[in-house]
Structure formats: structure tokens, C-alpha cells
């Protein structure tokens, strides 16, 4: 038998694979198969039939879904196979059409597929009776011929032909049988009666009925039939109705009487009595939602009353008297069953994503949803809204939808969307059902680092260490992993006509700027270099910021003798008459220092003086004078020792020596350089121009001063008043200055001294001093370093060779 059964199925499934080659079915694929396959069973190459190429196979990714019907199969590169036995019985029950729903599910792109399966019917199971023995009891006489006894039915769980088809009775002179076939396929055996029976010849009769299916190698099932032959009760229970047919709201409370059945019999005493009972099926389920009583023939709910698992009840009722023999009578009951809104939608995720990333374009699509609801009408009708307040929405395709972008996206101000699904359907009172998605939204490098301040600054004293530490740069990136992890790096620059890089260093990783060399204040002052950030994304993204690195002057130069140390003689000698009167000049020391500050700011001083002495110094001016008569005694040469030292910490010191004779006469035509100022007057061309020069220079300072003043007043910040000053240039050249002389004069118009300070070679330097408190906030004196004295020389040289003029310096101060 297995074997016939195993040949049996390798055909149908031969016949199947020819018939349902053709794939798509009505719009959707649509594959059968017999039940009771072995394990591993080719149904249909999905893949071919979906139009995938076999190379396209692995990255498309097939899969099956969600649905728990999808344990019976499997779906392997394409080619779907029995995954375990089906038994179609157990399955579908008595249905004649049975499909199991499935769904697959496709990626790059998301695509969803309806498949269903229709699972055929194998003859695998034989007729069987309720009751292996009944048992019918007819009155003697009373039953004539033609009299027709209904039997029981053989049940037979396969359906269509493989179902019981006809019924067979063992030869025998008194019964015949007479198949009916029903409307709904079933077929009714009943006993009927050849010849008049008599219990003193015959009071029992025993018969065998047999059932046969269908199908292929046909099965059978048989009972015995037992009639017994009892005295005479003429009258049989009679119902008023022969079908009752009544409808019921599902859910229905336990113990709620559906209907109540009237059965009457002619006879009196016990042949009158009746009492009710179903006709037992073993397929109808209908005995266990409903029970019966048997005295009063009320119908009542005992179990569970689901819609859904059936619309149509049906009930066999007998009345059966309590004669001798006892007489039945026969109705049917159908109960039709009315939905109600009882099923809340249900809400299934075909196929989603987890990360979709920030840049995803509108109508990206994110998951696939089914939605159901068992109810039906429009209590089965479902929609289905998302959330508020998020770039998402769906689009209905039959109670299919997709979730898709409706917004652009940003991680850096919502990294996670929760999104709630909310189905609710259309009956009244509407039901509803949630789910709740998380959806994580992926980074892409669109934000390039940005530095916490605009622009750096930093100060050092000159000499420092090699190594030494500057400032750091610090910047942020809102994007994350590698797009985040920034780096630092310094922009190749030119200082002097040397690389940035051989001035200062830059630690990747942290930002931290080191100094490579040291710092000498009298040739850079100021540093600008540009310092650049980037993160680690494709492709890298990055910012600059300006770093300025200020050089700031330590004491590290002693003061500098201009007048006389550079005399050609190797002692410088100086003659003053013996009839010089108290105050005159006898000559003037001129110095500078190159440091800037109070370390510029120099003193002049005679450290050998006693109380006899002779001459006195100006400690500010240089200027040495006598401060009385020259006597007789006084020796015609004086030493003196001048001492110019600065203000630093500490303080550093120059010495020069000049010896003083004293002579009775001094000839006129030789004059000295010393008593230019109390001897002789200055040309008038030379004074007229040092006038026009002064005038010239501070109008030129009044009016960049001005424009500088309201440029701060309007733009009132860093950038808009400041950012001229650093520009792209060597910033140290801003304070590269030149000397430019400043003349004070006599009341009579002579020439009483000359300053020499620092002036910036380009206007940038005026806006230093803008930039940044002035020396009055600071209520001290602001210092700015020399740097060279070309012209200070020259003029020093053409002051000697035109006049006795004698020149008074004041190094490097601003008040």
C-alpha cells in the first residue's frame, strides 16, 4: 500500500510541475502540490519564475515571510521545497480548496511577492463508521414494504472523489439499500424493507454494511447492522418542521437558548413520551459549541461562538419515543452565524530596515506592512496612520503598505525615530492595534570640524625653550565615528623665507602647538600661521583658524653707545676752556638698546663721581655739564666713566670712557660737535626742513589714527575692525619700524634735542595698537622695539659733518 501511495504522489507531482510551469497565476504565484511529499520536494524555482537572473540570486536575498504556515517549506537559492509532511487533513479539515498563503520578500530593491500553495488530496484515508454496530428496531406488522430506515453515515476525511462515494449491503431477502446523494456532496445510506418482517419467524437480522471512497485504490470501511424485530408501536415522533433555520451574533453568552424544539407523537402513555438527542457525526463540530436537552428539546451555547472559524452550523435532531418498539422522528437544524467587531487589525512587518542614512532621498522606502483582521465587512476594513511628528508615511496597496521617507533627514538633530503604527478598522465601535518601530538613522560626513574659537592667540618671551608649549587648538565635529575623529595639521607657510614648520609643530591629535626653536623678540614679533582640522569621513572635510603666536622682548641686550663709541679715535677726547662757566655742555652721550619696553628705557649716570667733582650728567638726556668754575687747581685732564644702563630685570649696563682737557683757548675755526647747541646756531635750511618733516608725519599719524577710530566704532568687534591687521603678510614686518626723528626746539627756535622712535614701515602697525589696550588703560608706559638705524646713523653723521649740533636721543618710548 505505501509503495502504490508513494507511486501514486511521484505522478501527481509530475502532472502538477507540467500543469503550474507557467508561474504567475492571476497576478500572483501560484504553486501545487500533494500532500504527504517527502521532505525536500521541488514545488517551483521562484527565482526563475520572478524573472531573477541565478546571478542576481545572492543579492537580491530571498526570504520567506512572516506568516507561521512557512515551517512547511523552505526557499533556498530560489527553488522552494517541501521543509516537512503536510497533512492536508489536519490542515484544511474537510475544505475542499486548500491554500496556504505565503509571501516573499526580495532586497536591493525592497520588493514584496504574493505565493500560494494549494495542497491536493491523496486517497490516504479509509471510511470509517461512529458505530461499528447499529442497531434499528421495527415493529412487527407494521412496518410494510418499501419502509424506509436511515443508517449512519461513513465518515471519510479526504475530500472531493477520495471521499465515500457508495455504500454496499451484504445480500439478504427482506433489506435492500438505497443511496441519496446530498446537495453538499455527501452521500445518505438507507435501509429499506423488501417483505413484511414477523418476529416468531425472524426476531433479528444481522447485515454488513460497507463504505467505499473514490479515490485510486479504493478504500472501505464497514459496520454491522443489527435489526431487531420488536412488537408493534404504530406512531413516530413527528417535529412541525422539518429544517429550522435560525442566525446568531457570534460570542454569544454560555447557556443562551438559540431555539427550542417541538416534537409530538399520537401514541399515549410511554409510546407517547419523547425525548431528544443529536445524531452523532465524528466531523461535526457543531456538538461542541451547542448542546441539547433532552426533555424539553431546548438548543443552548456551550462553547465558543467564532465567526471566524465558521459561519454555518449544522444540527441532526431525533425524537425518539419510549414505545415498544421505540419510533424516532428526524429534523435538521442550521444555524447561521452574524460577525461582530471582535478581532482588533493585526499589524505585520513583511520586511524592514534597521538604519536608513541621513541622506536618503524623499520616498526612500524603510519596511514592508501587511495588515488583517478577521472580522469581515466593514468591520475587516482597515487603515492604517503613523505617528506625528516624523519624516515618515505609508502608502496602501490593498492592505499592503510601505513605509516610506516623506522628510529629509538629519542625524545630528534626531539620531532615532520612534514611530508608532496605529490600525484601526471600520466597524463600530471601531478597534484599533499598535506597534511601535525603531528606526535608526545612520551618519554621513556633511559637517566638517569647526574650531571653539576664531582665532588663537598665544604669548612667549623670547629665548624660550625649544619644545615649549604655545597654546592649543581645539574643534568639534556633531557627526560620529569616523566622520568625528578629527586631526591637526599646520598649512605650509613661508616666515622669513623659512617653512612654518621649522618655527613651530602641531601634535595630530591633540592640538597642542610646540615651539621648535627659540624666539629672538628683535627679529620676529609676531607669528601668523594657519592651523587646519579635518575629520577621517569620505571625503574629508575640514576647517582653518589663524593662530597668532606674539614674541614677547626679554632684557637679553645691553645698551648700545652711538655717540661717542663711534669716534676714530681710540680715546675719545674732548676740550673745554678753562673760563667755562657752571652749565656748559661739554658733550652728550647718545645710546640705544634693541630690546623694547622698560627694557629700552635707558639711564646715564657717572658712578665715579666724588665731592669735588668737577662735571655732571643729565641721567635721561646724556648731556654732560659742569656744575661750577674750573679753579687753577683742578688738573687740565678729567676721566670720566659714563654708565648707561636699562630698566629690565635685570638691569644690563654700557660704560663708555671720554677724557676732558682742559685748554685755555679753543680755536673757533675747529668746532666741536659737543657745543653745537650753545655755540652755534643750526643752518636755516636744515631747520626748516626738520620742521616741514615733523609736521608732515604727524598729520600722517592724526589722519590713520582717525580712520583706524572709526572703523572700531562700526564694526565693534574682532573681525570687522582688527582682521586688516593680520594679514597674509610676515607678520613680524609689522613691527619692523623705522627710526623717524622727532625735533623738540628752543623758545628762540634753535634746536634743543632730537627723539628718535619707532614708525611702522605699513599702516597695518597703527592698528596694533587699536587692537589692543593702549599704554594709558594700562596706566604704565607701552614699549615697541628698534629695529634698525640706517637713518638715525646717516643723520647722525650729517648732523656732524654740517654742525656742532649735538643730538639727544630718547629710545623707544610712547606716552
Not at 309 to 326: C, F, H, M
Not at 539 to 563: A, E, G, Q
Not at 613 to 621: C, D, K, V
Request: hydrophobic share 35%; aromatic share 8%; glycine share 6%.
Amino acid at each position: 500500500m505505501d509503495i502504490r501511495i508513494s507511486l501514486k504522489a511521484w505522478i501527481w507531482q509530475v502532472i502538477l510541475l507540467f500543469l503550474y510551469s507557467w508561474g504567475w497565476v492571476s497576478g500572483q504565484l501560484r504553486y501545487s502540490i500533494i500532500e504527504e511529499s517527502e521532505p525536500g520536494t521541488l514545488i517551483g524555482n521562484v527565482a526563475q519564475d520572478l524573472g531573477i537572473s541565478p546571478a542576481d540570486i545572492n543579492k537580491r536575498q530571498l526570504s520567506l515571510g512572516s506568516e507561521g504556515s512557512s515551517r512547511f517549506f523552505s526557499l533556498e537559492r530560489g527553488a522552494l521545497t517541501v521543509k516537512e509532511r503536510i497533512d492536508r487533513e489536519s490542515l484544511c479539515g474537510s475544505i475542499s480548496s486548500c491554500l496556504i498563503h505565503l509571501e516573499i520578500a526580495t532586497e536591493n530593491p525592497l520588493e514584496l511577492f504574493n505565493l500560494e500553495i494549494e495542497i491536493w488530496d491523496i486517497n490516504d484515508n479509509s471510511p470509517t463508521f461512529l458505530n461499528v454496530n447499529q442497531v434499528i428496531k421495527i415493529t412487527e406488522l407494521v412496518a410494510s414494504p418499501g419502509m424506509v430506515f436511515p443508517l449512519e453515515t461513513a465518515e471519510d476525511q479526504d475530500v472531493g472523489i477520495n471521499s465515500v462515494t457508495e455504500y454496499r449491503l451484504n445480500p439478504n431477502p427482506y433489506f435492500t439499500l438505497l443511496v441519496k446523494n446530498h446537495k453538499n456532496g455527501i452521500v445518505l445510506p438507507e435501509l429499506v424493507l423488501e417483505k413484511i418482517l414477523d418476529r416468531e419467524e425472524k426476531k433479528e437480522h444481522n447485515l454488513i454494511l460497507t463504505a467505499s471512497d473514490g479515490g485510486e485504490n479504493s478504500r472501505t470501511g464497514s459496520c454491522e447492522v443489527t435489526v431487531i424485530v420488536q412488537d408493534i408501536n404504530d406512531n413516530a415522533p413527528v417535529f412541525n418542521q422539518s429544517i429550522y433555520k435560525i442566525s446568531l451574533l457570534e460570542n454569544l453568552p454560555l447557556n443562551t437558548v438559540v431555539i427550542k424544539l417541538n416534537a409530538t407523537d399520537l401514541d399515549e402513555g410511554s409510546s407517547g413520551e419523547i425525548k431528544y438527542s443529536f445524531v452523532q457525526h465524528r466531523l461535526n463540530t457543531a456538538t461542541e459549541i451547542f448542546d441539547l436537552n433532552p426533555q424539553t428539546g431546548e438548543i443552548f451555547v456551550k462553547g465558543n461562538i467564532d465567526f471566524e472559524k465558521s459561519q454555518l452550523y449544522e444540527l441532526n435532531i431525533r425524537a425518539t419515543d419510549k414505545g415498544v418498539p421505540e419510533l424516532q422522528g428526524r429534523c435538521l437544524v442550521q444555524i447561521e452565524v452574524q460577525d461582530v467587531n471582535d478581532n482588533t487589525p493585526e499589524i505585520l512587518f513583511t520586511s524592514k530596515v534597521n538604519k536608513v542614512p541621513e541622506n536618503a532621498p524623499l520616498g526612500t522606502v524603510v519596511g514592508f506592512i501587511s495588515v488583517r483582521d478577521k472580522d469581515s465587512g466593514r468591520n475587516g476594513e482597515i487603515k492604517l496612520d503613523v505617528s506625528p511628528n516624523v519624516p515618515f508615511k505609508c502608502q496602501s496597496l490593498n492592505n499592503r503598505y510601505s513605509l516610506v521617507t516623506s522628510g529629509y533627514l538629519d542625524r545630528e538633530k534626531e539620531s532615532q525615530y520612534t514611530i508608532k503604527l496605529t490600525a484601526s478598522d471600520l466597524g463600530s465601535p471601531p478597534l484599533y492595534n499598535q506597534t511601535v518601530f525603531i528606526l535608526n538613522i545612520s551618519d554621513v560626513n556633511d559637517n566638517p570640524p569647526t574650531f571653539v574659537q576664531l582665532v588663537y592667540t598665544a604669548f612667549i618671551k623670547e629665548n624660550n625653550e625649544p619644545g615649549s608649549l604655545l597654546c592649543t587648538v581645539s574643534a568639534t565635529d556633531p557627526d560620529e565615528g569616523a566622520n568625528s575623529d578629527v586631526s591637526y595639521s599646520i598649512i605650509e607657510s613661508q616666515i622669513d623665507g623659512s617653512a612654518v614648520s621649522s618655527f613651530v609643530y602641531i601634535n595630530s591629535q591633540n592640538g597642542n602647538i610646540y615651539a621648535q626653536r627659540a624666539f629672538d623678540y628683535e627679529q620676529i614679533q609676531v607669528l601668523h600661521i594657519t592651523a587646519r582640522v579635518e575629520d577621517a569621513g569620505l571625503p574629508k572635510l575640514f576647517s582653518n583658524v589663524s593662530v597668532f603666536i606674539f614674541i614677547m622682548d626679554t632684557n637679553d641686550n645691553t645698551p648700545s653707545i652711538l655717540y661717542p663709541q663711534y669716534s676714530m679715535e681710540l680715546i675719545t677726547q674732548e676740550n673745554i676752556p678753562r673760563s667755562a662757566s657752571v652749565g656748559y655742555l661739554v658733550t652728550k652721550v647718545s645710546a640705544v638698546d634693541q630690546d623694547s619696553g622698560h627694557n629700552a628705557w635707558l639711564v646715564y649716570s657717572l658712578p665715579e663721581s666724588t665731592s669735588n667733582t668737577l662735571f655732571q650728567i643729565s641721567a635721561y638726556s646724556g648731556e654732560i655739564r659742569t656744575i661750577r668754575d674750573i679753579h687753577d687747581a683742578d688738573n687740565t685732564e678729567q676721566q670720566l666713566v659714563v654708565l648707561v644702563s636699562d630698566h629690565g630685570d635685570p638691569s644690563l649696563s654700557t660704560t663708555v670712557t671720554i677724557h676732558v682737557n682742559i685748554i685755555d683757548n679753543i680755536i673757533n675755526d675747529q668746532p666741536k660737535s659737543q657745543n653745537f647747541l650753545t655755540n652755534s646756531k643750526p643752518t636755516p635750511d636744515l631747520t626748516l626742513y626738520l620742521i616741514i618733516s615733523l609736521v608732515a608725519i604727524s598729520l600722517v599719524s592724526l589722519v590713520t589714527f582717525a580712520i583706524l577710530l572709526v572703523k572700531c566704532l562700526k564694526g565693534r568687534n574682532y573681525d570687522s575692525s582688527c582682521r586688516p591687521c593680520f594679514s597674509n603678510k610676515s607678520q613680524h614686518k609689522q613691527y619692523a619700524g623705522e627710526y623717524q626723528p622727532t625735533l623738540f626746539l628752543n623758545t628762540d627756535g634753535t634746536l634743543k634735542y632730537m627723539e628718535v622712535r619707532m614708525a611702522p614701515t605699513e599702516p597695518q602697525g597703527q592698528c596694533y595698537q587699536a587692537c589692543f589696550p593702549t599704554a594709558s588703560e594700562n596706566n604704565e608706559f607701552t614699549f615697541m622695539k628698534p629695529q634698525n638705524f640706517p637713518q638715525l646713523g646717516e643723520l647722525v653723521n650729517k648732523t656732524e659733518s654740517t654742525s656742532d649740533l649735538n643730538i639727544s636721543t630718547k629710545p623707544n618710548q610712547l606716552y
